[in-house]
């Protein structure tokens, strides 16, 4: 672990994760401190962990928080995955979802909750975060994460925030929002206004399932966001709803530690 150039008051730096399929690489930040402290699970979007991710990993670090940025495409190699230009605009590159698309479907939901364990016990294992719970955040494919790490692992998810998601509530027999029932976790999700991929017939489905299941949650829209708001990187950020995001996170991480 090496201290953060230009970041005073926290340290980060890569680590490894061993999974049941190998080895995940990843990205650890705390502030700089004896700890501990309340452990954050970082789920990226499709671009992969980057320095825009490692940078929101800093922020929330910032605040007082551990938290773990895993490289979720590990089974295709260490960071960097995908050769991405500094700034990164599909519709200029489409080229680039011929290289993202095969393995982002290849990360199936039982992939997804196997590695998920292999996390939160790293988090688990580590002097500088608190026992307990733990929480979980992800953006775009992400927030997908996050819901099924909240489903399959709720003893060890206290709080689960998506922002920007897609395809969380379709008619496949593995929709993310099937998970509901087993949430014990605080729920929030930020959804896009201008997202194809979570449509108003989602949304509802969304959240008609968390009510059913009786999980804590609250559901909203960014008006005029689009997917990937978060992503300072990319031709999608918003800086309201960016703004929007922090506040939302945050109030809910200081409500669960």
Known sequence: MTSIQGNQGIQGGDVDVRTEDGVADAYFVHPDGPGPYPGVLLYQDAFGLRPHLRSMADR????????LVPNVFYRHGRTPVFDLPAFIDPEAR?????AIGPVMQALTPELVVRDADAY???L???PLVTDGPV????YCMGARLALYTAGAHPGRVAAMAGFHGGRLATDA???PHLVADRVTAEVYFGHADAD??????????LEEALTAAGVRHRCEVYPGAHHGYTQADTSAYDK???????AALLDLLARTF
């Open 60 to 67: 929330l670090a910032g605040e007082g928080y551990a938290v």
């Open 240 to 246: 309201d709803g960016d703004d929007r995001h922090w």
């Open 196 to 205: 194809s991929s979570m449509p108003p017939e989602q949304q509802r489905r």
């Open 124 to 126: 688990e294992e580590d």
């Open 173 to 175: 027999p593995d929709s």
């Open 94 to 98: 489409p080229e680039i979802w011929q």
């Open 135 to 138: 929480a979980v955040t992800g």
């Open 120 to 122: 939160l016990r790293r």
